[in-house]
């Protein structure tokens, strides 16, 4: 009984923690103009209220920016030097599940008992010492601040920094001198912010070089190349472009992060590490000259883990013999250039599949060995059919336009046709951080975003057949089963008032038609995508 007690004790704990660091949110909505730039200079004051002034100047940072796989290529370089041999601390964004999972201490997200020991550490100081002129920090401010303090009291040899959002204004700006800097793919995304031109987005993205501080990117656009050259000119910064990484570099293995797009956050990754060696005096001394990739590199490079990016979970929860008769493919994609890689991520994996290729199952998710849930995937294979399912949601100030189009077209070009389409609201929402506990289906739910989601897909799929565009509002019905489940369904899709709802009806399907095997590619926003693991994995 006592151990329960503080058990319960423990997990009213992290929640009232949960709700401190939920009312740090003062937007609604990430995508609030007023998030440019607001009062930048307060961070400063911050990094001394907590006396982190000192520990960030000798941290030996590599700061990180970028519109696609700024995340990927962070967790490369943190795995790389980890299998170096160095104390590593990762802080990356969003979270999909805990909030912790922002913060990895040698590839491991921080523990409970430290984080709440570091989290009111900082958050009490700051509540103590800020007044009306140096109110608190925000939502993700304070989430830098505390990534600082967590590195600096852990003694971390590298610390990696995943950019939020931009650059410029970024909370973790405040670093003044990283070892090196890197720029992932720029493309066009949260554009109500960082501008409507990739010269503008690469202006703010840049905005984190630092004098003399040697940078890397990746082949750009050339308008946002020009941009990039032209601000490291100013700087002094060397500038390099860091080349997609060389398949057979690896000894016959592959990366662990999925998708052809992943060799180049990879030879972004690998540029990082190789000058964060150097200039700390931990010069490699054979990946020039022989050709090859130091063995640290390759293990570093296929033993990365990130969740929601190209991540495939086998749902356990059907009353089924085989587990793999539905089947999750997770990718948080969310910009039309990141679309269009998921869909050839997930075209070649359902190619690969029904042709007897590892799906890279999570072993974790299993109580068997990996290779006998590959072999039992492939006993079961050929017995079945097989039915493309998209899951979907967005944020309103994405254009389904250009999102879904990107999607269907790079499925299409490799054979692959969904089934079925089902746009949900997603669970977590902007202003509060998400807790262990799932909160209860809101009746009220506005769907008219998913109805508007819903009405693009028809119009592309009834395009797609040569059809006219048509009214879906007249073109679908709304129906009810037994449970009172509302779904609203068209031709190709469904609204569904809620994600459990949609986990429910996949269930059923699988249950129902045991001879289909359903594979869903879950889509559109990491928040959806965290929402889908906390069901699927609960």
């Known amino acids: 009984m006592a151990q329960g007690g503080s058990m319960e004790s423990a997990a009213a704990r992290y929640e009232s923690t949960l709700d401190a660091l939920s009312s740090l949110i003062t937007k609604r909505s990430r995508a609030d103009k007023s998030n440019k730039g607001d009062r930048f200079d307060l961070l400063f004051d911050y990094l001394k209220i907590l006396e982190l002034e000192e520990a960030i100047s000798e941290m030996k940072i590599i700061h990180v920016a970028g519109t696609k796989g700024k995340g990927s290529t962070c967790t490369f370089a943190e795995s790389i030097l980890r299998n170096c041999g160095f104390r590593t601390g990762l802080f990356t ?34 509540k103590e010492k800020t007044n009306e002129d140096v109110p608190m920090p925000t939502y993700f401010r304070f989430l830098a601040l505390l990534a600082f303090k967590i590195f600096a009291a852990e003694q971390v040899d590298v610390a990696i920094l995943e950019v939020g959002l931009g650059g410029k204004f970024d909370a973790t700006n405040v670093v003044q001198t990283p070892i090196v800097c890197g720029i992932s793919s720029l493309g066009y995304d949260h554009m109500e912010i960082l501008g409507n031109t990739l010269g503008e987005i690469a202006g703010e993205k840049a905005g984190i070089f630092k004098q003399g501080i040697p940078a890397f990117t990746v082949a750009q656009p050339d308008e946002a190349m020009h941009v990039l050259e032209e601000k490291a000119s100013k700087l002094n910064v060397q500038l390099q472009v860091a080349h997609p990484l060389d398949a057979s570099l690896l000894n016959g293995l592959k990366l662990s992060l999925k998708g052809e797009h992943q060799y180049l956050n990879a030879g972004l990754a690998v540029a990082l590490c190789s000058t964060w060696l150097q200039r700390t005096g931990h010069p490699i001394t054979n990946s020039n000259q022989t050709g090859s990739l130091p063995e640290q590199f390759i293990k570093g490079l296929t033993t990365a883990s990130l969740q929601g990016r190209a991540q495939i979970v086998c749902d356990q929860f059907t009353d089924i013999e085989s587990p793999g008769d539905l089947v999750f493919y997770l990718d948080g994609a969310h910009s039309p250039e990141s679309m269009e890689a998921c869909g050839r991520w997930f075209s070649l994996c359902i190619k690969e599949g029904n042709q ?41 100030v994405r254009d389904p336009q250009l999102l879904l189009p990107h999607l269907m077209r790079a499925c299409a070009s490799h054979g692959v046709c969904f089934k079925k389409a089902l746009f949900v609201p997603n669970i977590s929402v902007y202003h509060k951080v998400g807790s262990h506990t799932l909160p209860t289906t809101d009746p009220q739910v506005d769907l008219s975003w998913q109805f508007t989601l819903q009405r693009v897909w028809e119009n592309l799929m009834l395009g797609d057949k040569g059809g006219e565009a048509i009214n879906t509002d007249q073109a679908c019905e709304e129906v009810k089963d037994d449970t009172g489940m509302s779904v609203r369904s068209c031709n190709n899709s469904s609204v569904f008032s809620s994600l459990p709802l949609a986990i429910k009806w996949l269930r059923d399907a699988a249950q129902k038609d045991q001879f289909v095997r359903f594979q869903v590619l879950v889509t559109g926003s990491l928040h959806l995508v965290g929402d889908v693991l906390r069901l699927i994995k609960k």
């Open 356 to 396: 007897q290729a590892n799906l890279n199952y999570q072993t974790q998710d299993y109580t068997e060995s990996s290779s006998e849930v590959a072999q039992q995937q492939t006993d079961e294979r050929y017995k079945k059919d097989t039915a493309q399912i998209l899951l979907f949601n967005c944020m309103s």
């Open 93 to 126: 964004s969003p979270h999909l599940i805990d909030v912790r999972e922002r913060f990895r201490l040698d590839g491991v997200e921080i523990c409970e008992e430290k984080f709440l020991e570091y989290f009111w550490w900082c958050y009490d100081r700051l």
